[in-house]
C-alpha cells in the first residue's frame, strides 16, 4: 500500500484545511486508514480514523466537533476536514494504513509522508 498525504499548509486560528491521503496499490480498502500527527517535541499522536471496508470511523475527543474523516471512492483518497483551526493543531500530519482502527502508531503498517499545518495565532 502507498500512501500520499497533501493539502498542509500556513492558516490563521479558526480556519480550515482538507488534508487528503492518497491510497494505492493492491488490496487498499481493505485497510484502515488512519491520520496522526506529531509536534516538535511531542509523541505522535492519533487523530482519526476510517475503515474503508465500512465506513466505520472514529475521531479523537480532542478534535471531535471540528475534524471529519472522510473517504473518496472515486479519487480514492482518505480526507481530513480540519475546521476551527487552533494553535495547538500545529503539526505534521502523516497517514497510515493498518488492519483495524487502533490509536496507536504501532499498529499501521504503512506510512504517508507527512504534510505540515501551522496555524498562526
Known amino acids: 500500500v502507498q500512501l500520499q498525504a497533501s493539502g498542509g499548509g500556513l492558516v490563521q486560528a479558526g480556519g480550515s484545511l482538507r488534508l487528503s491521503c492518497a491510497a494505492s496499490?493492491?488490496?487498499?480498502?481493505?485497510?484502515?486508514i488512519a491520520w496522526f500527527r506529531q509536534a516538535p517535541g511531542k509523541e505522535r499522536e492519533f487523530v482519526a480514523a476510517m475503515r474503508w471496508s465500512t465506513d466505520s470511523t472514529y475521531v479523537q475527543d480532542s478534535v471531535k466537533g471540528r475534524f471529519t474523516i472522510s473517504g473518496d471512492n472515486a479519487k480514492p483518497t482518505v480526507d481530513l476536514q480540519m475546521n476551527s483551526l487552533k494553535p495547538e493543531d500545529t503539526a505534521v500530519y502523516y497517514c497510515?494504513?493498518?488492519?483495524?482502527?487502533?490509536?496507536?502508531?504501532?499498529?499501521?503498517?504503512?506510512w504517508g509522508q507527512g504534510t505540515q499545518v501551522t496555524v498562526s495565532s
Open positions: 497510515a494504513a493498518g488492519p483495524s482502527i487502533k490509536t496507536t502508531a504501532r499498529w499501521y503498517n504503512y
Open positions: 496499490g493492491r488490496n487498499f480498502r481493505g485497510y484502515t
